[in-house]
């Protein structure tokens, strides 16, 4: 039984409905744009007779309703969308990057993508950097300071849409944000952490900073996984390394060196793997504790395949370009439909499951 052959209705009811709907949707775009919704059709369905100034109008006014249909070629303006992360040096920032450059390349011509990188250590000046675009949007890979959500909110107010990726800005009007649970990410970490552990033994907490939402919520998310899952582990220490490789090296090799009992295992949230590699390699701990990091790289996965690293937890760079780049084309009426979910799920990777030449060996 279809709709229109349905009990108390007319052959074609459920169709006038449909079409009464649409109607209302062209006249609330004719109203804003100051035209007839004769010319918003003819407009919207390329029928012609309308003049390059008027099919302007129309076309803005329907980007600004948010129509739900894919706007005209011919009428498209040029999008300029700038992405700009705060982190150049590590493998995954540049893992990020090439996802970018790969999507851009299967884009329209009239979308141009532009790659930039600010001084994360400078986020007045990153916000400064933000301000100062000549993009129609933004994608933003930033930490969660002042500055830059301040920027995050002039901008939006000024037109021009602000997707946040990787690590969120929830106190900022950003339009979305693009990227895994990352409490989630911790709690995955300390079930695994918990149920692999092979010895008695406290854990070490590792992670970048705590001015990225992200890497809090990681430790959060392991603090609390592991007081459910074994509450007997104890953690003795977290160490806030920034990613500095020698420092953070430094910072470990104190904690594992210290009296009492041996560690049993290391969660980094953090880029730093190969400082602790390092470092559980000088105090004779490598391959006998536990190790979970992030980011699936040529170093996380040579150590997962040496059996250094027991569990890498990825967060689907190609993934999030993608997807904050489909989160804008729809905004600026590039594309149609439902709007997917701008969630990306996290992939953990073993020894057993590194796809071959990850490592940097031929495959």
């Known amino acids: 039984m279809t709709e229109r052959d349905g009990p ?123 301000l100062a675009t000549h993009a129609d949007a933004l994608i933003l890979y930033g930490q969660e300071d002042v500055a830059i959500v301040d920027a995050v909110t002039r901008l939006t107010s000024n037109g021009v849409p602000v997707v946040t990726m990787v690590s969120d800005l929830p106190t900022s009007p950003r339009l979305a944000y693009v990227g895994i649970d990352h409490y989630g990410a911790g709690r995955s970490a300390a079930f695994f952490m918990a149920r692999m552990v092979r010895r008695a033994g406290p854990v070490i907490v590792l992670t970048h900073s705590y001015a990225y939402r992200a890497h809090a919520q990681r430790v959060s998310g392991f603090r609390d996984g592991l007081a459910d899952y074994n509450p007997t582990i104890p953690i003795a220490g977290i160490v806030e390394g920034r990613d500095q490789q020698m420092q953070t090296e430094q910072m470990m090799l104190e904690l594992l060196r210290k009296p009492g009992d041996e560690v049993a295992g290391i969660y980094n949230t953090g880029g730093a793997n190969r400082a602790v590699e390092r470092a559980i390699t000088a105090v004779g701990l490598a391959n006998k504790i536990v190790f979970i990091g992030h980011e699936l790289t040529v170093h996380s996965a040579r150590m997962l395949s040496a059996g250094v690293m027991t569990l890498a937890i990825d967060q689907n760079p190609e993934q999030q370009a993608r997807k904050a780049i489909d989160v804008l084309l729809r905004r600026f009426g590039y594309s149609t439909g439902p709007a997917e979910s701008s969630d990306v799920p996290y992939t953990i990777f073993s020894p057993e499951n590194v796809p071959p030449g990850s490592d940097g060996k031929p495959s």
């Open 8 to 130: 108390g209705s007319k052959p074609g009811a459920a169709e006038s409905v449909r079409s009464l709907r649409a109607r209302a949707r062209l006249a609330d775009v004719a109203r804003l744009a100051d035209v007839g919704i004769a010319t918003v059709d003819r407009v919207l369905n390329e029928r012609g007779n309308v003049s390059p100034a008027t099919a302007r109008k129309v076309i803005e006014a329907a980007r600004q309703l948010a129509l739900p249909r894919t706007l005209p070629m011919p009428y498209r303006r040029g999008l300029r969308v700038e992405v700009v992360m705060a982190r150049r040096e590590t493998p995954f920032s540049e893992r990020l990057s090439a996802a970018f450059l790969r999507v851009a390349s299967t884009l329209d011509r009239s979308v141009i993508v532009q790659r930039n990188f600010v001084d994360e250590a400078k986020p007045r000046e990153a916000a400064e950097h933000m």
